[in-house]
């Protein structure tokens, strides 16, 4: 079972950068696909992007594409989810989220494990 934890979220001006960190452990990270998913208030958690276990190949969410890039560095145990030009409306909690399947997922049932969020504010 693989133990996950967000760092890196905090307060960013609109059009600046944030950089997110996942620390894997308890498993290979090699074995697993990772995804990023945030809850806005009052909204329900949705899908930002997602990385491959080999290739790797990456999808985003119509609504980051171009701005965040997702990584792995399966010899550090980290997944990075870089968000560039904030807007308010990325505000939410960040969370990270693991799966051994191959194939990505955008509903949130797919992924068994889950970090405990990090929060993103970027104030209007």
């Known amino acids: 079972q693989v133990h996950l934890v967000e760092s890196g979220g905090g307060l960013a001006q609109a059009g600046g950068s944030l950089s997110l960190s996942c620390s894997a452990s308890?498993?290979?990270?090699?074995?697993?696909?990772f995804a990023w998913f945030r809850q806005a208030p009052g909204k329900e958690r949705e899908f930002v992007a997602a990385i491959t276990r080999s290739g790797p190949r990456s999808a985003y969410a119509d609504s980051v594409k171009g701005r965040f890039t997702i990584s792995r560095d399966d010899a550090r145990n980290t997944v990075y989810l870089e968000m560039k030009s904030l807007k308010p409306e990325d505000t939410a909690v960040y969370y990270c989220?693991?799966?051994?399947?191959?194939?990505?997922?955008?509903?949130?049932?797919?992924?068994?494990?889950w970090g405990q969020g990090t929060q993103v504010t970027v104030p209007s």
């Open positions: 989220a693991a799966t051994s399947a191959a194939y990505y997922f955008t509903k949130e049932g797919q992924y068994p494990y």
């Open positions: 308890g498993g290979t990270l090699s074995s697993y696909l």
